[in-house]
């Protein structure tokens, strides 16, 4: 899902981008009819394996996946969010309009991430709920990060093109808050994040590393 | 999912088609952007919506319409045939070739949407194949005399331009067997979709109706 939403992104309709990962963006590599099928196959084939029988044996389990990412990925999650980003180009919005475009767009899907292990885990709400809160807060510490590495960072680190928020006047948080407090922004909701797994031992260690490393990446 | 394919197909970078039911295309509409996220939400929501309680009460009959949807609309279905079709304009492909693709490209989800009733209605494995058979047959049917009416009919009866096949080389049965045989085997398709519901009694005829008009159609 992750990986058909980068494809789709990159298409020049989109951010027009023709580096990822420090390669050719799948469009340029190949050609964009290429691009959108490979994205519109890999946005099904995230369906076709969560809901096989191999991924759980039981059906409500399976049924519970595939319901909750098709919520998370769709025009109520990442697509709206990614649609709301576009129509925000070139506005000031609130904040708060940038938070809740963000929880859309990039925190739901890592949110689901988290609640999926939930989920095969058959964990009780409060656990599977603590799970969620961690996976959103850290989604939209590592949005921060992203903007930020977008303004700081260089092409060689990142892998992709930077800067470029900037020139097309897209608001971000750093945009709108500044560097300086984007980034304690950022290491809040780090914090906060890794607050939500309290209820967990030393079994979620690498959890709490994970929250560390979204906001002190250079990458 | 069906109106997410269209979306998708109409791109400049796919079909670049302008017009569709006799309005402006999704993106000639709005942009290519907006058509690109269209197009993945509404497949996103297919999902939602089968995957939901809703939809039926046993969670292994929903598992199975998503199980099955996801395998006949992906990589091996509807946008492998999509890719197939784009890989094999200006070629001269056997007609064997065709019919392989036009099976992914528009029969397999036209056979699911038969199946989907069968799995609602946990239909005996019999009549399920008999179902999906006649499905199968129908789409194939169908795409033949969507080519026809390419070649044959006028944008005012078909709400989309025409004679677009011809001019970007793309190998269908018409342009390999010429119109009278490719009429003449949608025909026998037609004919054969509907002796697959011979099991059926008259609640059938509705579907042998369709298989019928499939062939008919005008627009």
């Known amino acids: 899902m992750h990986a058909y939403s980068l494809v789709h992104d990159d298409l020049p309709a ?15 590599a ?37 319901s909750r990412l098709a919520q998370v990925a769709g025009h ?31 925190a739901a899907l890592i949110a689901y991430s988290c609640e999926a292990g939930a989920i095969l885990g058959k964990a009780s709400p409060s656990l599977r709920a603590a799970l969620v809160d961690y ?22 680190e990142t892998g992709k093109a930077v800067r470029k928020d900037a020139l097309r006047g897209k608001p971000t948080m750093v945009s709108i808050l500044g560097r300086d407090r984007a980034r304690a922004q950022a290491l809040v909701l780090a914090k906060q994040a890794a607050r939500h797994l309290d209820l967990f031992d030393e079994k979620a260690d690498l959890l709490r590393a994970a929250a560390d490393f979204a906001v002190k990446r250079r990458a």
Chains 1, 2 share one sequence.
């Open 30 to 66: 190949f050609d964009e009819a290429t691009a959108i099928l490979a994205g519109d196959a890999l946005l099904t084939l995230a369906f076709e394996l969560i809901s096989a029988p191999q991924t759980h044996g039981d059906p409500f389990v399976r049924g519970e996946l595939v």
């Open 76 to 106: 109520a999650g990442m697509v709206g969010g990614q649609m709301m980003d576009i129509m925000l180009e070139g506005q000031s919005p609130a904040e708060q309009e940038i938070v809740q475009l963000q929880r859309m767009k990039t």
């Open 135 to 156: 996976g959103r807060d850290l989604g939209l510490a590592f949005q921060i990060a992203d903007d930020l590495l977008d303004e700081e960072g260089e092409t060689a």
């Open 14 to 28: 989109m951010d027009d981008d023709d580096l990822r990962r420090g390669r050719p963006t799948v469009h340029k």
